[in-house]
């Protein structure tokens, strides 16, 4: 008897939400039981199995399809799939897939540094190392860093993440857990506080006096850091993100990085700064350091660079050149289908406006966030830039107690009405939905987390 092979195409992921079985449906158990006999412990967050996807929208094995408002952890800037780099993509992989752009020469990766260093922020000349990933990048960074300044020290700051490798796990400090059974990391690292107007060290409200917090923390780098215990000549550079992302998405007040490169300036020291989860349009602008007036001297970047393809990067102005060959290098960095996968993501980018649509849409989200807000006294907080938004969940607004249960239930619920989102920090949940987002859909998704919330309290 012959088999046939159907030619049917099969159908379109849908542009809606649709539960077909309670979520994690009987597939799914079965691939997170394989996952937990073969895989060891990561970071898992839901019990959603993947399946395909497009746009906003992801299906799991089960049938069931999501409304995406985590983006891969902000990876999928313009969605799943994306058919601009679907298509960049398929094309290299018929000529040339990896060439060792550490020691040979493609134009992919030509093209992708020379794009980078068009749309970074800087008045200088620049040059780009490419790497893997964004803890990568930062330790990239570090090494930029060292070899330029030759000092042995850093300044990083309390609730900031840049990674779980040695060395960049020396600056994360928004989880004790990172740290447990890793010490010591590199040394050379201290930490003060980041200026958080909602919880800080020095209990004051940063919305209401952001002057006021801003001159506390620049008072403790200078009188108590520098001041007692650590010699400026001997710090590098300050490790620091433009917005806090795994520390809980804090937007620090306007003028703190105007005030913080006044120290760095002073002292010849170098501003790294981490836009691994803030690159890419995600704030509204290309970069989130744009919004507060200052250029880095090296910016770390990954995530979305390349629209899920594995990538990283540091663009470092052009003195910072390691001044020799050798210092620094790696096998994978500057793949070459990860090199035309970021090119072709920041052409469309540019051509689908799509950081102008990240400030318009993250405006409305922002607007239903607060409406949510408005409604249940649960929620404390709503802060964030453009695309880059999160709700903080307390036990009392007044004492601002984070509630973190209650914030693990709300995630859960949301997910089982078919909205996936992503915590951060000690109670809040992050909501990144792809910069191509429509209203419509932002208002389908506050929809699914109402309801998590009226299901959680």
């Not at 836009?275 to 919004?291: I, P, W």
């Not at 709503?382 to 509630?403: H, N, S, Y």
């Amino acid at each position: 008897m012959e088999t046939s092979i159907s030619t049917r195409r099969p159908e379109a992921v849908k542009n809606e939400i649709d539960i077909k079985v309670t979520p994690p449906g009987p597939k799914a158990k079965k691939i997170i039981e394989a996952d937990e006999k073969y895989l060891m412990k990561s970071t898992k967050s839901l019990p959603v199995v993947g399946s395909r996807a497009k746009g906003c929208f992801v299906e799991d094995v089960d049938g069931n399809t999501y409304l995406d408002f985590a983006s891969g952890i902000s990876v999928l800037n313009l969605g799943h799939v994306h058919p601009a780099v679907t298509e960049a993509v398929q094309k290299q992989l018929n000529r040339l897939w990896h060439f060792a752009g550490t020691d040979y020469y493609y134009e992919e990766q030509v093209t992708a540094a020379r794009m980078l260093t068009e749309i970074t922020p800087g008045s200088f000349g620049k040059k780009v190392f490419f790497t893997n990933s964004g803890t990568e990048s930062n330790e990239a960074a570090i090494k930029v860093a060292k070899s330029h300044t030759g000092r042995q020290q850093f300044v990083g700051f309390i609730g900031g993440f840049h990674g779980r490798s040695q060395g960049s796990l020396s600056f994360t400090a928004s989880r004790p857990v990172h740290h447990k059974g890793y010490f010591p990391g590199m040394p050379g690292v201290v930490h003060v506080p980041y200026p958080n107007p909602f919880r800080n060290p020095f209990g004051i409200d940063g919305y209401e006096h952001p002057d006021e917090l801003v001159n506390r923390v620049i008072d403790y780098i200078e009188k108590w850091t520098f001041g007692t215990y650590v010699p400026p000549e001997n710090v590098g550079a300050f490790l620091v993100e433009p917005v806090q992302g795994e520390g809980g998405y804090v937007v620090p007040p306007k003028n703190f990085f105007i005030e913080l490169r006044k120290i760095i300036n002073s002292h010849g020291q170098l501003l790294l700064m981490d836009e691994v989860q803030t690159g890419f349009g995600r704030t509204g602008k290309f970069f989130a350091s744009e919004h507060f007036g200052v250029e880095p001297d090296v910016i770390s970047l990954a995530k979305a660079i390349a629209s899920g393809i594995p990538m990283g990067a540091i663009v470092a102005k052009d003195t910072l050149d390691f001044p020799e060959s050798g210092l620094h290098s790696n096998t994978y960095g500057g793949n070459v289908l990860a090199s035309v996968a970021c090119s072709a993501t920041i052409k469309a980018m540019r051509e689908e406006k799509a950081v102008e649509n990240s400030a318009k849409q993250g405006k409305y989200l922002e607007t239903r966030l607060k409406e949510l807000m408005d409604k249940y006294d649960s929620i404390g907080d709503v802060r964030g830039l453009g695309l880059m938004q999160a709700i903080d969940f307390v036990k009392d607004r007044g004492t601002r107690e984070p509630a973190t249960k209650l914030r693990d239930s709300v995630e859960y619920k949301s997910f089982q009405n078919g909205l996936l989102l992503l915590s951060t920090g000690q109670s809040a949940i992050r909501i990144i939905p792809p910069l191509n987002v429509k209203s419509d859909q932002i208002d389908m998704g506050i929809e699914a987390l109402e309801r998590g919330i009226k299901a959680s309290l």
